[in-house]
DNA sequence: AATTAATCGAGACGGTACGTCGGGTCTTATG
DNA sequence: CATAAGACCCGACGTACCGTCTCGATTAATT
């Protein structure tokens, strides 16, 4: 996963790549994969919207599963957070960024690329993980934050409150998917400030 | 999804048909798809594992997808969490059956499919609720138990605590699944108690 | 060929046989037979078409061929030409009647048939022998009038007559065939004229 | 009829169509034909016995029968006969080149094509010109050579004679093909021998 | 009148081939 | 060299038809 494109080493003789090629292919295989899901997404397709031969793609990419991969690796977001000053203002801002990320194209397509991928066995089955290493990223930040600010907490309490915080996002937008209607920035400030809420306090 | 495999209402002319064939279709195709995953699942593979000529499945469904949405629909379980006595243990218990699920390979695909079919338009976009519903059901038992014995709570705190709870099972499945390693009921046990510690009591 | 529907030796038990249903399964056969050719004759469509179930047409006939084979045989005609009192009148006559006999749906079936059987082996094969036994069935009648009035002519003369007369039928009905455009009962005349004259008379 | 497999116009980019693949593919064709008929013809053989994936097939060919008819127009003979001096000796030069045609597969197979396409629209319906073509070419070539000798004869004879001689020597392939026996060279001769006295002299 | 035996319609069944489509490879002519 | 174009082999797709089978519903002839 963390394997970029172009692996060739140094030549310089002949034709170089065309310089926007690798974005335009990660744009259309995201937007593909968004509109037409796994059973849809086609190399024939991407090439076609990204304007590129086929055999451009293949001599960048082993197959369409990487290729897939790398698009989504390409468009994660470093998502840190704005420091808001508490944690609880920091956990809600991370919230809705990821919110605003998996209801996006690529932020969708990597979600369902991890769990495709984890049905494979290693190298591509790692890619499962990017969904889990692009929350734990923003989270560290958070947390270390946290720690300056002394908003203390246990390692393990953290740990849980990333999974919680993680997984009802990832349960939420799976619901809203399956809704097929527009959500709103109001909602998603609602959702994100009642989740926050809620992990925060506990059942209590 | 609520859709069974035979939408013909009435007609009690021409030869029936064979009884055993939807369930052995069922086990065909969830065997298939949780040994070859879904690039290796194909229907041919399907049909002979389960004895049956290709056409026989496609007079009862569609397509592909729709044969393996139904067959991981008839496999959901209800899970019914047994009453442990104090809320705490009833969602122990929950956690527990519901990471043997997913764990499992009909689960599992139950997981995978609702994440491929919200990119799909109605009515087979709806199957990703069932993942939703099963989960639903069974919450709905233990907080009508939890509110008999008065261990109340408000009902927004308990669709926080459904979803952060399914969510983190998700995404630790997620997690889990692309490690490729056996897990033992130990380890599910440890984690149930740490996610229902944790969502129960919150940061505090 | 010279089977019949039912070799049912005698038993009187049971429901009769539906009597028209063979008249119609053998119209529609060659219908459907001369509309669609044999690649796209179908036994559903005969059914369909003569609103029978399938499995009434197994429990007369063995198999495709056999079926379309006895409804050819069935309107057969047992073209005698009428006594015109000269051979060549009676040639012209006989040779009307063929033309018009392969231009119909039945006679033009009886062609295809002939020449698609041909390629197979006994006995169906001998199927192709029928579109001769009409022609030489009529031949003999003329022969034998003409022999009765004395207008002799070797045997030998007789079958190369009825070669080249039937031959050159079938070749002019294959071009008109292949123009699609109607044929009036004038053309066909002028047509069988001119055709007589020439066998009767030869390049001279 | 007369088109060619290949009408892409002029575009020279991507890779070249593979040079032998067409005749391979003509001669798998008419073997497979030949061996098994028109039913066990099957596309699947065909491209496994000319080395070559389905797909290749349907890019040059839009069906079974469009392939099969230019497989059989590949092979259409531009039957010259020698020449032999006189009409006569001509006539039965042709006649035994057509006799041996039709009685080989290729030969043959055009015949069932060209009975096939007959019932079918343009543009494939003039298939079934071939066969009349392919008679027609050689006996164009006959009736000049006659006319240059001095061996005059009104237009109209020869077009009833080339129709009495291509179609008896149909029929008479016919009978001989629905025999299934092997026809010695003598017994052709023979044959058109027979014929061509017949044709030239008429019942006299 | 009850039983028996065959036919009828409908349509599901196991197969096999169809013609299409996509993956990943290969081969050309053009930058 | 890389590229675009696109043909190539392979194999799965979903459809159509064959000839078989199993139903419930007739329809006589035989008890």
Redesign the interface.
């Known amino acids: 996963v963390s394997e970029t494109a172009s692996p060739r080493p140094s030549s310089r003789r002949g034709r170089p790549r065309t310089p926007g090629a690798e974005d335009r292919l990660f744009q259309a295989a995201l937007e593909e994969y968004?509109e037409?899901?796994?059973?849809g997404f086609t190399m024939d397709a991407v090439a076609r919207r990204a304007g590129v031969g086929k055999s451009t793609i293949y001599l960048r990419w082993r197959d369409k599963d990487t290729l897939l991969a790398d698009a989504v690796e390409a468009r994660r977001p470093n998502a840190q957070p704005m420091d808001t000053g508490t944690l609880r203002g920091d956990l809600e801002q991370l919230t809705i960024n990821l919110f605003h990320f998996y209801l996006e194209p690529a932020g969708?397509a990597t979600?369902?690329i991890?769990?495709?991928?984890?049905?494979?066995?290693?190298p591509l089955?790692?890619?499962?993980?990017v969904?889990?290493d692009v929350h734990r990223d923003a989270m560290a930040v958070v947390t270390a934050r946290a720690t300056e600010r002394g908003e203390r907490?246990g390692e393990?309490?953290f740990t849980?409150?990333s999974?919680?915080?993680?997984?009802?996002?990832?349960?939420?937008v799976?619901?809203l998917?399956?809704q097929?209607r527009p959500v709103s920035d109001e909602e998603i400030a609602d959702r994100a400030a009642?989740?926050v809420?809620?992990?925060?306090?506990?059942?209590?």
Chains 1, 2, 3, 4 share one sequence.
């Open positions: 968004g037409r899901g796994w059973s969708w979600l369902r991890a769990v495709d991928a984890a049905s494979y066995p290693e089955g790692r890619f499962a993980d969904v889990a907490a393990a309490a849980q409150l999974l919680s915080l993680h997984g009802s996002i990832t349960v939420q799976l619901n998917r399956s097929h009642a989740l809420a809620f992990v925060t306090t506990g059942l209590s």
